[in-house]
């Protein structure tokens, strides 16, 4: 018999978990022990928990494995929430295991429980957004629950899961018996696919229409299936489109990707998405923002386009469009059998003349009109030109991770991403402070790639105690601190829809201008960080930062320039139900 808080560690330890993401609290802490003694698991040790769920949420985009996060109960569980909340929406999947009360207190409402309407209750506050909420209420059934909170996690739609675990169990004698059953189950399992039949339906749909698309989301990038959609695109000549998830899914320099679609999208793609005849939607469930609320003059017209559409989750299929096909099955798994059925029906590929010519030329109509604020030596920076010098000083390898706001849809329409999965975002939950702190977890999980984190000021200003783990656990991450002192999106919205910009700047207050001089938090930090005094002044400070193998921060003063929306977000109506000023669009 041995201690249950050794044995979960021992399990993890057989599931191959390297690295454990959290924060200490009086209930996990037996917990933190049994890690101390194990040479196999690192603790991520960090300031906040939401810093630790968002790392853990980066950790398991790069890995495709469940990450694992250590929480306290009450503050602990709830700080984590919004991170965990993200990665759900984002279907990432996620072990999260909390310490809670002592069962023998249960009803007694002892210290940090949340206990208002409920006692022994707290795991129900992560209901609305696991794929499942455990209370363990044995602790010999920690090892089972443990194993089927991975499986859940990782296979179909992926998404985190909670263990909730009495404190007192942790520190109960269990047989190790247990986790040799639990770790006797395979780690991996076969994936749905489609049939031949389906697929060669598909494919003479695809070949027969005349104006065809194919809509790509971040199921693909989810499933490592970007080798097999480029191949079939490629050899259909089949023209694609992605959501801002599905950024990188075919590289942006193939010849067939036409851009991102929807409010923050591309005026050409979201015409070649309304005027298609059939369009192949994979891995998406059509989200509001890639499809301009649904509204049926901007981005998607179904029908009369005909939908065929896969997905490894059957509640996303027919979702926000009608289906005439509909399957559910592992992305990579059935584009390969699509693309063994597309070679077989037709044996020498497909030519459409005018397809590649027409959308490589609005390419480069398109990059020439961002020309002038690429090279603006205007200061503050253009965030146009931070994009291009960043562009032009990374490895294609490189890991951009960003936050939300101009760096996140900036890059998703501006920026080409030319080796799959290295896009890394907040799509879902859009969670502000998202990037600081997954740059950690995506360096953790990619050692030897270069990793930039993309975040505004406001984001950074979330959780700018992310910088004290990287230095702790000396993990090189550039940070580019896009320096508006505005939440400036937001700033935007409110200024072209009210005429004002209230509690959306950091504005003047008794000639304090409010900016924050982040280059100065970093350095208290231990961080070696600089501020960018001049528009030529970055390409030099970032040269630096990529060759100097520590953590470094670069604080950009930027101009607040609202990122050009091609497509419609129905918050604009709301904002003028009239329909002026909201159906305006800019190209």
């Known amino acids: 018999m041995v201690l249950a808080s050794d044995e979960i560690v021992r399990y993890l330890e057989g599931r191959g978990v390297t690295k454990v993401f959290g924060l200490c609290g009086h209930t996990n802490i037996a917990v933190l022990d049994a890690l101390s003694r194990t040479t196999a698991i690192d603790f991520v040790n960090v300031r906040h928990e939401q810093i630790a769920a968002h790392a853990a949420d980066g950790y398991a985009r790069v890995t495709r494995k469940a990450s694992v996060v250590l929480s306290h109960l009450g503050p602990g569980l709830t700080n984590a929430a919004t991170g965990v909340a993200n990665a759900a929406l984002d279907s990432i999947p996620m072990v999260v295991i909390a310490g809670d009360v002592p069962t023998y207190y249960f009803g007694k409402h002892p210290h940090q429980e949340v206990n208002y309407h409920a006692d022994g209750d707290q795991w129900e506050i992560y209901r609305p957004f696991v794929k499942r909420a455990f209370r363990v209420e044995r602790a010999e059934m920690l090892p089972e629950i443990l194993d089927r909170a991975f499986v859940i996690a990782e296979s179909g739609r992926p998404g985190p899961v909670l263990v909730d675990v009495p404190m007192d169990l942790f520190s109960l004698e269990i047989d190790s018996a247990l986790v040799d059953r639990a770790l006797a189950n395979r780690l991996d399992y076969a994936r749905p696919t489609i049939t031949e039949e389906l697929a060669e339906q598909i494919v003479r749909n695809l070949v027969a229409a005349e104006r065809p698309l194919v809509y790509a989301g971040g199921g693909i990038l989810l499933a490592d299936a970007s080798a097999e959609l480029t191949a079939l695109v490629d050899w259909l000549d089949l023209p694609v489109a992605h959501s801002l998830m599905g950024k990188g899914a075919v590289p942006d320099d193939n010849p067939h990707v036409l851009g991102m679609s929807g409010f923050w999208g591309v005026k050409f793609t979201n015409n070649f998405c309304l005027e298609a005849d059939w369009i192949l939607g994979l891995g998406t469930r059509f989200a509001e923002a890639d499809s301009s609320s649904w509204y049926e003059d901007f981005t998607f017209r179904m029908p009369p386009t005909r939908l065929m559409q896969i997905d ?117 939950f859009a969670t502000m402070g998202f990037g600081s702190s997954a740059a950690i977890g995506v360096k953790l999980a990619a050692p030897d790639r270069p990793v930039v984190a993309l975040i505004g000021d406001g984001g950074f200003g979330q959780n700018p105690a992310v910088l004290a783990t990287a230095r702790r656990e000396r993990i090189p991450i550039v940070w580019v601190v896009m320096n508006n002192n505005a939440f400036g999106t937001i700033a935007g919205l409110e200024k072209a829809n009210y005429g004002t910009t209230y509690g959306t700047t950091f504005e003047v207050v008794d000639g304090d201008d409010m900016w924050i001089d982040y280059a100065a938090v970093a350095r208290g930090y231990g961080i070696k960080a600089v501020r960018v005094e001049g528009a030529e002044h970055f390409a030099e400070v970032l040269a630096e930062a990529l060759s100097a193998e520590e953590p470094f921060l670069i ?33």
């Open 312 to 428: 490894i989750d059957p509640e996303q299929i027919g979702r926000n469009y009608p289906v005439e096909i509909g399957a559910v099955a592992d992305l990579k798994q059935a584009l390969g059998v699509l693309l063994k059925v597309a070679k077989r029906i037709v044996p020498d590929g497909v030519q459409r003349p005018g397809i590649v010519e027409s959308i490589t030329e609005e390419r480069a109509t398109r990059k020439e009109g961002f020309r002038a604020d690429q090279v603006s030596d205007e200061f503050p920076m253009n965030p146009a030109r931070i994009l291009a010098d960043l562009r032009q000083a990374i490895p294609a390898e490189t890991y951009v991770v960003t936050d939300v706001g101009w760096n996140k849809n900036g890059v998703g329409q501006q920026y080409d991403i030319v080796v799959p999965g290295t896009f890394v975002t907040p799509g879902g």
């Open 555 to 587: 604080d950009v003063p930027m101009r607040n320039i609202p990122t050009p929306t091609a497509g419609h977000w129905n918050i604009l109506d709301i904002y003028s139900p009239e329909g002026v000023k909201g159906h305006a669009v800019t190209d």
